[in-house]
Nanobody, 125 residues
Framework: VQLQASGGGLVQPGGSLRLSCAAS????????VGWFRQAPGKEREGISC????????YYADSVKGRFTISRDNAKNTVYLQMNSLKPEDTAVYYC???????????????????WGQGTLVTVSS
């Protein structure tokens, strides 16, 4: 079971990036898949999660309306489209998978059974 996030880079404020999460060894469609991030000196933050089998999707308030999670089952890949990026979005982004998303109130909890190496997103002018 392996997950690999990619697509990070340097982008100016207001710009966009699309991150990809590719899986090997298991089928993403049969799992909840989410994204979380960690900035230097800060706690891990859950930002989005998609339930399996085209179930519900969840977003942290900090990214709601700007980020979109989606799946391409044929490619066994999950994406995170990030628009209107802000400097505070700078972090290493990770994808994780589990049987279901963990949501407490309006908070997407970054709790996953499997996750892979992250990809760095830097938002700066």
């Amino acid at each position: 079971v392996q997950l690999q996030a990619s697509g990070g880079g340097l982008v100016q404020p207001g710009g966009s990036l699309r991150l990809s999460c590719a899986a090997s060894g298991f089928t993403l469609d049969e799992h909840a898949v989410g994204w979380f991030r960690q900035a230097p000196g800060k706690e891990r933050e859950g930002i989005s999660c998609s339930e399996k089998n085209d179930g519900d999707t969840y977003y942290a308030d900090s990214v709601k309306g700007r980020f979109t999670i989606s799946r391409d089952n044929a490619k066994n890949t999950v994406y995170l489209q990030m628009n209107s990026l802000k400097p505070e979005d700078t972090a290493v982004y990770y994808c994780g998978a589990d049987l279901e998303c963990t949501v407490v109130g309006d908070r997407v909890v970054p709790l996953y059974d499997s996750w892979g190496q992250g990809t760095l997103v830097t938002v700066s002018s």
